[in-house]
């Protein structure tokens, strides 16, 4: 293991609302329980729009964007076990401890330590890998950062996948793919036969669909303003689509007079978690995968607890992702979960502002940032 800093480019947020620039930046050696991963490929992700307009909290920059990927281990420090340099690996941005509170009771994507230090901005022991040239330090994004030719995580974020899906393809499982098929297993536990309803069809939105249709769930209905966004729910087995419009509730209620057993609500807007919720029928369960800005409140009509509604929220696929991550691979590998047809472009790093600018006027799907395309297994292409 190499014991100096290495260079590399990386994509850096300045400030709130900056646009991503690209820069040399020094990366150090991994210490005893981290590995360095050389990226092959990262998906561009709403939580990293989030972050980067400020509705994550304040003083979260300098950093370097980027929590779901895919790349080679490189090095691995003294006490790392899993895996070895040349392993491929797909990023887990919730590094559990393994010990704390939610570790033991079964919900280590709640880790409390793992959260504190993404929040800090740095690894595990409260410091960062990342610094300018001149020494100003950076910081990470929920320990992964991977806008960058390398990275250095914690052991437990970096999951060891195989060698049976290209990396460009197994960037996008660790967050769009965990969040989603997870919280249809999950959170809902989604059973056989089951109607659901899918408001927001964006890259995680449309894993929802999968992931429903995996549970064998019986009416999959997906609602989306983007006819586009529809076409690519029907392919993945959405049974119904609806534009959504002023009047979704109404042509919901008209399509499922009875309520849905279950809705979804993957946009993060307190409008739609409500029409989820309206939505249910008696003792139905709405499950929260969007992420609303901080300062958003939701309100319910009171009366309608008395139907003994479900609402709950899903982070990151209310999953141990350690455990499950290598097991979607092998779904997407075996063609039961798509992900060539979620990606709209796939770009270089140099490119990876103009992917920030869609994300922020909803346009395409899932961006696909390469970083190295012989260990992605795809080149970037125009558009
Ligand atoms: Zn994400
Ligand atoms: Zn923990």
Not at 143 to 148: G, K
Not at 355 to 377: C, H, I, K, Q, Y
Request: proline fraction near 5%; charged fraction near 25%.
């Amino acid at each position: 293991m190499s014991a100096r800093a290495v260079e590399i480019r990386a994509a850096v947020l300045e400030d709130k609302g900056a646009p991503l620039r690209v820069e040399t930046l020094l990366l150090d050696p991994p210490r005893h329980d981290e590995v360095l991963v050389r990226v092959a490929a990262a998906g561009v992700c709403h939580s990293d729009l989030h972050l980067a307009q400020g509705h994550l909290g304040d003083g979260r920059w300098p950093v370097v964007l980027g929590h779901e990927g895919a790349g080679v281990v490189e090095a691995a420090g003294e006490s790392v076990t899993h895996v070895r340099p040349g392993d491929r690996v797909a990023f887990c941005f919730v590094p559990s401890c393994g010990e704390c509170r939610m570790c033991v009771a079964g919900r280590p994507h709640l880790c409390e330590p793992a959260a504190d230090r993404s929040l800090a901005g740095t690894l595990m022991d409260g410091t960062s890998r990342l610094r300018r040239p001149d020494g100003t330090p950076i910081k990470h994004f929920l320990t992964v950062s991977c806008f960058a030719e390398r990275c250095v995580v914690p052991a437990a974020g970096a999951v060891p996948i195989g060698d049976d899906l290209p990396l460009w393809q197994a960037a996008l499982v660790g967050c769009g793919v965990v969040t989603g098929v997870g919280a249809v297993r999950n959170a809902a536990r989604v059973a056989e036969g089951e109607s659901v309803c899918v408001i927001g069809c964006g890259g995680v939105g449309l894993q929802v669909v999968s992931g429903a249709r995996l549970a064998r769930a019986g009416r999959i209905v997906a609602v989306d303003r983007d006819p586009a966004k529809l076409a690519l729910a029907r392919a993945r087995g959405a049974t119904e689509v609806l534009e959504a419009g002023r009047d979704a509730r109404a042509a919901l209620r008209e399509r499922l007079p009875g309520g849905f057993d279950h809705a979804f609500e993957v946009i993060g807007r307190a409008d739609t978690m409500r029409l989820a919720w309206d939505v249910l029928r008696p003792a139905g369960q709405a499950t929260i995968v969007g992420i609303a800005p901080a300062g958003v409140e939701l309100s319910l009509r009171a009366l309608d607890l008395l139907s003994e509604k479900t609402l709950r929220g899903s982070y990151y696929g209310s999953a141990d992702v350690a455990a499950e991550l290598p097991a979607l691979v092998a779904l997407a590998a075996a063609g039961e979960i798509d992900l060539a047809g979620v990606v709209s472009h796939v770009v270089g790093l140099d490119e990876i502002e103009e992917a920030m600018g869609r994300l922020r006027r909803g346009e395409g799907a899932r961006t696909v940032v390469v970083m190295d395309s012989d260990l992605a297994g795809r080149e970037p292409q125009d558009g």
